[in-house]
């Protein structure tokens, strides 16, 4: 794949507690230059970050973010807030304590709900790969094929570890046809976006692969 390929599938992402509105247009800025496929951002920014780009780049914001250990009222109302401000792509974190319970009715119906929320949006469901057994990475590929989202994502990248090279073969051989796979965290050079593309990524989710194309040091997530 060459460079331009490559960023358009790129979620441009700033999320940290730090990221200040003169930071986050700094992302919005690079988006729209690149043409990466959105600008993950958090939910504070959404509307502010819409205004200022309007249809030239999607803005994708973050719910129940980073732990995912919040009610699904309280995920449900912040997905239709974000929505309400412009949000065009939703990343959801799943409540990983419900995960290892195996109560998985209950991250099944919260998915489902978070769904309906987004409005006909597309809905990326985070499980948290670094925290998870395989046989639970695999539940998880069912529940969200089974939940109607649109993709399965690795991490949150605030957690011990973001995207592995087998996290990401290990979705590509459970998902169902109608879920996309994004890798995200740790995603540092530009052989290693081939890589997960190659494995069967869709999106991915990082800050330094436009750093590396703007030639500066390709730190963070």
Known sequence: MNQKDILAIVDHTLLLQTATWEEIKAICDDGMKYETA?????TCYVKQAKDYMG???????????PNGNYTTATKVFETKDAVANGADEIDMVINVGMLKAKEYDYVLNEIKAIKEACDGRILKVI????????????????????????????????????ATFADVELFAKHVGPNVKIKAAGGISSMADAEKFIELGASRLGTSRIVKIVKNEQGSGY
């Open 38 to 42: 959105s600008v993950c951002i958090p």
């Open 55 to 65: 249809d030239k780049c999607k803005v994708c914001t973050v719910i129940g973010f």
């Open 127 to 162: 499980i948290e790969t670094c925290l998870l057994t395989d046989e639970e990475k695999i539940k998880m590929c069912e529940i969200v094929t089974a939940s109607g989202a649109d993709f399965i994502k690795t991490s949150t990248g605030f957690s011990t570890a973001g």
